[in-house]
């Protein structure tokens, strides 16, 4: 049994690693192609082959010395996904943690409300919210790039399964004491979600810097670009600018990994248990 257990995990692990292998061949071939130089780039494209005589520093010093829009565009990016992260986890837990313990008129409308508009495409809602920017004088705005983030239904939803499952008692507990419905909230319970939390803030930050065709429509101005953007804009019908793009877009992986390196210890355990909880 012992034998047959031993063997059933090696194939089991390497089974996973293959998959991984294809999983992460675009990345590989893209960070080899990255220190290529822009002329082989023209030439051959991004391939997973290696001529360690071809390989430089070239594109990445490009980067660094020869390219301010850039990094301007880096700085656009950190600011709207930083933002939108705090903000989001901050309104949604506090909505999907009022739609799990709390009962008050209309609960179960607004909750089955949440789960239609997660099922839309945001391309039906696009429109709609574009008009609505327009209106409140949002547009070429980090904060018209932000709202629609803010309240995501998705992260509605997960911290309304999560908060499910959380004791009540404690609850009762510091009312008892005199304790508020915030400090019971801020205090008590979203110390008990940090599992939740951590799930979210790494998909929500995936969301919102990987975010491509609602920064295209809102924001105007080349300062105000952020990295998807302004990568694409460097594919012109009269030029590609390739020492920039293939070496930044390897630079736009690093704030994700950091991102789930940080949340990690928590991410498989959030998403778990948000899953779960009936």
Not at 95 to 103: R, S
Not at 105 to 131: A, D, T
Request: a neutral charge.
């Amino acid at each position: 049994m012992k034998k047959n257990n031993t063997l059933t995990k090696w194939i089991f692990n390497l089974f996973f690693v293959v998959v991984a292998f294809i999983a992460l061949f675009p990345l590989l071939s893209l960070i080899i192609s990255s220190f290529r130089p822009s002329s082989e780039l023209m030439r051959n494209g991004i391939t997973f082959s290696i001529n360690w005589n071809e390989l430089s520093l070239s594109n990445y010093t490009h980067i660094f010395t020869q390219s301010p829009d850039y990094w301007e565009w880096y700085g656009n990016s950190l600011i709207i996904s930083s933002l939108t992260i705090v903000l989001s986890l901050f309104f949604s837990s506090m909505v999907g943690y009022a739609m799990a313990v709390y009962d008050f008129k209309g609960k179960n409308l607004l909750f089955l409300c949440v789960l239609v508009i997660i099922m839309i495409p945001f391309e039906v809602l696009m429109l709609p919210l574009y008009q609505l920017m327009i209106d409140v004088h949002l547009i070429n705005t980090y904060i018209g790039v932000m709202l629609p983030l803010i309240v995501a239904p998705t992260a509605v939803f997960f911290f309304r399964q999560y908060a499910l499952g959380l004791p009540t008692e404690l609850m009762d507990a510091a009312r008892i004491d005199g304790c508020t419905e915030y400090g019971i909230y801020f205090k008590i319970m979203a110390p008990l979600m940090l599992p939740s939390f951590s799930a979210m803030a790494i998909l929500q930050g995936l969301n919102s810097w990987n975010n491509f065709l609602w920064p295209l429509l809102v924001i105007r101005s080349n300062d105000l670009f952020t990295l998807p953007i302004g990568l694409a804009t460097l594919l012109t019908p009269y030029g590609n600018n390739y020492d920039t793009l293939i070496a930044g877009a390897v630079m736009t992986i690093l704030p994700i990994i950091i991102l789930f390196i940080f949340f990690q210890r928590y991410f498989v355990a959030g998403l778990a248990s948000g899953s779960v909880k009936g």
